[in-house]
């Protein structure tokens, strides 16, 4: 969309976006807010618009927000730091860069011209800014439960693929992995310590007496599953210690 066409009149070109958001607004000016990069009011100061770094503020909060309570509801029995890790792949620039390509976002953007040449509308933190603050246009312009429902749809596919991750066992992977690769089947040891409100499990898993990944959770389940996802991880590098063995073994 051309910059120079975007103005009080042209709100119109915004409704394709809608569209692909799958959200109305009941004021479109909140959703031009949204898209104003400031290099456009530097090059256009009497427009009598505004940034979009406010809504960007109001949305990065509201995004974390969202986001914390859904992978809290989903994952019960994740730690916070297991929980904290997966709210911070979701919301990341790198994350909300790529869904604003997916949306196309970099078409709608105001920017100036100089931004413009510079490569602004494919500009990473550009595109994630301008995700942000459509998400907080969305607060503004109809409430919380209306931008909470956005945030769900926007983030719906990654979502669910972070679920699907996330519930595949590593244990059986791992077991898989070890039982092909060394003909043994991995064993696990558990350490209880915490009080009985603040309890915490170390689990420690091995092959053949070597240790393969160590975890950490406040369930035995979560810190089994941790250590084998460490040592998922860390399986070309241990497989190529592992077999150096053997073949010390059998020359010996």
Not at 37 to 48: A, F, V, W
Not at 87 to 96: D, N
Not at 100 to 119: F, M, N, P, T, V
Not at 202 to 214: D, I, K
Request: with cysteine.
């Amino acid at each position: 969309m051309d910059a120079d066409r975007k103005g009080q009149d042209n709100l119109s070109e915004l409704d394709p976006l809608q569209e692909t958001l799958g959200f109305t607004f009941r004021d479109i000016a909140n959703l031009r807010q949204a898209l104003i990069h400031r290099s456009y009011l530097n090059e256009n100061p009497d427009s009598n618009l505004s940034p979009n770094e406010r809504l960007e503020y109001l949305g990065d909060a509201l995004l974390s927000l969202v986001v914390a309570w859904e992978l809290f509801e989903r994952f019960p029995e994740f730690s916070e730091g297991r929980l904290t890790k997966l709210r911070a792949a979701l919301v990341c620039q790198e994350s909300l860069a790529h869904l604003a390509r997916k949306l196309d976002l970099g078409q709608y953007l105001y920017l100036g011209k100089g931004e413009e040449k510079g490569g602004g509308r494919s500009k990473p933190r550009t595109l994630a800014s301008a995700v942000e603050a459509i998400i907080g246009a969305a607060l503004v312009d109809q409430g919380f439960e209306a931008a909470r429902k956005l945030v769900l749809n926007l983030l719906r596919e990654e979502l669910e693929h972070i679920g699907e991750k996330e519930l595949e066992d590593p244990r059986s992977k791992l077991q898989e992995l070890v039982q092909a690769e060394l003909k043994l089947s991995p064993t696990y040891q558990l350490v209880e310590t915490g009080g009985e409100h603040r309890r915490q499990f170390t689990a420690q898993v091995l092959a053949g007496g070597t240790l393969l990944g160590q975890g950490q959770g406040q369930s035995k389940r979560e810190a089994k599953r941790e250590a084998a996802r460490v040592a998922l991880e860390n399986w070309p590098r241990l497989l190529k210690k592992l077999s150096g063995r053997g073949n010390e073994s059998r020359k010996s």
